[in-house]
């Protein structure tokens, strides 16, 4: 059955007999408990009982509170609270619904306060906690860095289609780290939301069924966090700078390079993802700064798991 914008849509409540026939086409894949199948651009959505609208053209996931469809340029929308955002993955959707719906920076939103505030978003990925903090009246501007190409092009595209909050939002196609460099890095665009300097893991390989053909070598940019920083001050001097820091790995050069230029404390608040299990001493060292410093241990979340939060709020 093919509906109008959808590559295949297949309802497992149609007569037996089509069920048969389509079973020995090979067009029909059978799953307990599932109504709806279908393959929408490179995505394969396994629903739990949504809604298809085929007047519209869109498909409601109602268990992850959004509604997706294919646009005129043949991008996959998720839309959900009032924004758009450009998906291509399972992993793309888990981060809609994780940001937006499962709000794990709400500790930063909670800072967002009379003051201006700047959204200092390092690790943007595919752009979805850079829109939702540019959807706050609070925040004047957000400055978003994410090194791989199709990442940052697909962040691209989702500001375009919120055109509300885009004019605050300066996306940059390159990392943060302690010096200028290039790297040449694995990178899959499955599995964007765990990219970073390191080889794409056993685990994540297995998770997000990737082949040979799903990865492939990237030439990454970085540049240094703390001239970065520093203008990003000079260029708003009156706003308050709320950071989100999530680069796999990263983060400790760009913490050092920070602390080395005097610039910590120009953050008001801040959640930082951290790897390699330096919590405690990444915890320290803010509290000497005069910082609020709150470590989650073992948090797992959509798309990573055996990391630590890092909450800070300057005192």
Not at 20 to 49: C, D, M, Q, S, Y
Not at 144 to 150: N, R, S, T, V
Not at 248 to 268: H, N
Request: net charge neutral.
């Amino acid at each position: 059955m093919i509906y109008p914008n959808f590559r295949r849509v297949l309802i497992n409540r149609v007569p037996h007999w089509l069920r048969r026939l389509a079973r020995l086409a090979k067009l029909w894949v059978h799953i307990p408990n599932i109504h709806l199948l279908l393959t929408l651009g490179n995505l394969e959505i396994w629903p739990f009982g949504e809604t298809y609208n085929p007047k519209l053209g869109s498909l409601t996931l109602k268990n992850y509170e959004m509604v997706v469809f294919l646009d005129t340029k043949g991008h996959l929308i998720a839309e959900t609270q009032g924004l758009r955002i450009v998906v291509e993955s399972e992993q793309d959707i888990l981060t809609v619904r994780e940001v937006i719906n499962q709000r794990p920076y709400d500790f930063l939103y909670q800072k967002l306060c009379a003051d201006p505030v700047v959204f200092w978003d390092v690790g943007m990925n595919i752009g979805v906690t850079s829109l939702l903090f540019a959807s706050h009246p609070k925040v004047i501007k957000v400055y978003g860095y994410e090194p791989f190409a199709h990442t940052f092009a697909c962040a691209t595209e989702t500001f375009l289609l919120n055109p509300l909050f885009q004019h605050k939002i300066c996306a940059y196609n390159y990392g943060l780290a302690d010096r200028e460099a290039e790297h040449v890095v694995e990178y899959s665009w499955k599995n964007k939301a765990s990219m970073g300097q390191e080889t794409i893991s056993t685990s994540a390989r297995s998770k997000f069924s990737l082949t040979s053909s799903d990865i492939s070598l990237e030439t990454i940019s970085v540049k240094d966090a703390a001239s970065t920083l520093r203008t990003i001050v000079h260029e708003n001097p009156n706003a308050k700078i709320v950071a989100k820091i999530d680069c796999e790995g990263a983060e400790y050069k760009i913490i050092t390079a920070l602390e080395k230029a005097g610039l910590l404390t120009f953050l008001w608040a801040g959640m930082i993802e951290l790897h390699q299990g330096r919590g405690a001493e990444m915890k320290h060292l803010f509290e000497a700064l005069g910082f609020r410093a709150d470590l989650h241990e073992d948090v797992s979340g959509a798309e990573t798991s055996g990391f630590q939060m890092l909450q800070l709020e300057r005192c």
